[in-house]
């Protein structure tokens, strides 16, 4: 299973960008998808997750209303549309994948598989 992530930069505050995650190796439908974020000194942090349909997401307190999170099951990807940037929005974005559902997808040990990361960085 891989899992790589895409589209981080450097934007100014106020900005927007959007990750992608392409999924290889597995049935992607069948699994749910995250995306976590750790800043530096900081530990992993839930940012988004949706299910396997896309029927249901789930978002931080911290992003709401300012991130989406999307997927394209038939072109194994997932999607993370990040408006309203703010300089506390920097951080490294990871994706992961969970092959059974689970309520609230939220915590990192719940994710079977794991991105390498793409760095996002706000400038105020």
């Known amino acids: 299973v891989q899992l790589q992530a895409s589209g981080g930069g450097l934007v100014q505050a106020g900005g927007s960008l959007r990750l992608s995650c392409a999924a290889s190796g597995h049935t992607f439908s069948s699994y749910v998808m995250g995306w976590f974020r750790q800043a530096p000194g900081k530990g992993r942090q839930f940012v988004a997750a949706i299910t396997r349909s896309g029927g249901n997401t789930y978002y931080a307190d911290s992003v709401k209303g300012r991130f989406t999170i999307s997927r394209d099951n038939a072109k194994n990807t997932v999607n993370l549309q990040m408006n309203s940037l703010k300089p506390e929005d920097t951080a490294v974005y990871y994706c992961?994948?969970?092959?059974?559902?689970?309520?609230?997808?939220?915590?990192?040990?719940?994710?079977?598989?794991w991105g390498q990361g793409t760095q996002v960085t706000v400038s105020s």
């Open positions: 992961a994948s969970r092959k059974t559902p689970v309520l609230r997808p939220t915590l990192g040990q719940m994710y079977d598989y």
